[in-house]
């Protein structure tokens, strides 16, 4: 059974950084794209990053430039590095898993995490 686990999230002032990681288990994660998501209160889930198997990445046009997602296959990890935060990045946050490895059939998520911009 795949397990993500998220960590990292919190308050932090507008204008800050934070490093959400997820950790891994029950698969071959070298084999799966990783992505991270994110819903705010009365919003749908949004796309946040997305890397391949590969290590090909994708941002949405409201991420581009503000954040980072990379991948440590030696540690099972994900990460999503964010910078130059607002509150309207308030939302918890989501871990997923794609195993067929494109970025495209998300199907596993983690918990959530909050994370959560003052102004």
């Known amino acids: 059974q795949v397990q993500l686990v998220e960590s990292g999230g919190g308050l932090v002032q507008a204008g800050g950084s934070l490093r959400l990681s997820c950790v891994t288990s029950?698969?071959?994660?070298?084999?799966?794209?990783m992505g991270w998501y994110r819903q705010a209160p009365g919003k749908e889930r949004e796309l946040v990053a997305s890397?391949?198997?590969?290590?090909?990445?994708r941002y949405p046009d409201s991420m581009k430039g503000r954040c980072t997602i990379s991948r440590d296959n030696a540690k099972n990890t994900v990460y999503l590095q964010m910078n130059s935060l607002t509150p309207e990045d308030t939302a918890v946050y989501y871990c997923?898993?794609?195993?067929?490895?494109?970025?495209?059939?998300?199907?596993?998520w983690g918990q959530g995490i909050q994370v959560t911009v003052s102004s």
């Open positions: 890397i391949s198997s590969i290590g090909s990445t």
């Open positions: 997923a898993a794609d195993p067929s490895g494109t970025s495209r059939f998300f199907n596993t």
């Open positions: 029950g698969s071959i994660f070298s084999r799966n794209a």
